[in-house]
């Protein structure tokens, strides 16, 4: 599998942004990558497994290896996103459930020849959030434990809507580095999370790159959520906008988009469809945005 993640990095020479966004599998993990070719991507992100569930998918390997194998073909880069109740900080009584989906969703991602599985970075309604740290941990361990493909776990950082954990870089650094197997983990910079928690104020990004990098967050980016923001600067709101119509403007987001972190990996938006219910003209727009590609 190695090689089917090795072949669009050489295709990155020409134009070194892979821009996409989230796309149905209606019609399959295959069907996927068809789709995000259809709207001019060269990235897309995709659910592995129901959404809305915590239950584990019976996959189709021949699905999968054929996705791997367009992406290879078309130099095309993706992930999975994870089902959004699973929760790695759930307590001990949860977590085998949450270590099953973890690893059942990894396989998946792995024969699709994706980057990897976007992970939020869990909730904890407990009185100490150490404890909801350690559950975290604990959750990771297990899942990686024995687990030797090549698509990675990436924690994705959170909004604070509902949940204090995942808000900074510091979180994530800390968490990846106590883990047993850190080479399994890297992480999903989710921009309106980061504008809504704090963690950007949109025209600042050569401050929080500086950052990133002297923590060792920014090596280990391994994918990006690319959303405007429906709320101000600190509302602790998820709620996304269209790029360039939100309160983070267009003009922080070129400024982020020519960062030399975000070449050779995933930008992908989950923002609405346009007018004609795809995603076609704002990938134009973000493609725009790059210089010199």
Known sequence: MFLLRELPIMKAQRSERFIGAH??????????????????????QYFPMNPRRLSTKIWNNQDAQACAQLCS???????????????????????????KLLKNAL????????????????????????????????????????????????????????????????????IRKLCESPGKIGFCLDTCHAFASGLWQGHNWNELESKGLQLDYLPHMKAVH???????????RDRHANIGAGYIGRENFETLLNSPFLTHIPIVLETSSGTDGTHTQEIALVKSLVKNT
Do not use: W
């Not at 073909?73 to 270590?99: D, F, K, Q, T």
């Not at 924690?155 to 800390?174: H, I, R, S």
């Not at 405007?228 to 600190?234: A, E, K, R, T, V």
């Open 23 to 44: 796309v149905s599998t209606r019609g399959g993990y295959l069907g996927a990558a068809k789709t995000a070719l259809s709207l001019g991507a060269s990235a897309f």
């Open 73 to 99: 073909e078309h130099g095309l880069l993706s992930i999975g996103h994870a089902p959004y109740p699973l929760n790695p900080a759930a307590e001990a009584a949860e977590r085998e459930l949450m270590v």
């Open 107 to 174: 396989d998946i991602t792995d024969a699709c020849g994706s980057v990897g599985l976007v992970v939020h970075f869990g909730k904890y309604v407990g009185k100490d959030p150490l404890q909801g740290y350690k559950n975290i941990i604990q959750c990771l361990n297990s899942a990686t434990q024995g687990y030797e493909g090549s698509s990675l776990i990436l924690l994705e950082n959170q909004a604070g809507e509902g949940a204090q954990l995942g808000l900074t870089m510091e979180e994530m650094v800390q």
């Open 226 to 236: 690319l959303n405007d923001s429906l709320h101000p600067y600190g509302s602790r």
